[in-house]
């Protein structure tokens, strides 16, 4: 756990989820990766993941967002 804290203190490296939007731990991913025209995308989840396979261009084209 002091261990975790220190990593929040030193920056810990994190991603947009290009899905939903919430910042990913890149170290660990809960929901994986996923490589896509040379770049390499975290998810907070697998249902995020998933959807991003299915229509990549659409979420970073912004043509895509997640509706509540
Ligand atoms: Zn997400």
Redesign the pocket.
């Known amino acids: 756990m002091v261990g975790r804290l220190f990593d929040m203190f030193r920056g810990t490296q994190t991603a947009t989820?290009p899905?939903?939007?919430?910042d990913?731990d890149t170290k660990n991913p809960p929901?994986g990766t996923f490589d896509y025209q040379g770049t390499t995308y975290y998810?907070?989840?697998k249902?995020?993941?998933l959807?991003f396979e299915e229509d990549a261009e659409g979420y970073l084209s912004g043509r895509k967002k997640?509706e509540m």
């Open positions: 989820d899905v939903c939007g919430m990913v929901g998810f907070c989840g249902g995020c993941r959807e997640m």
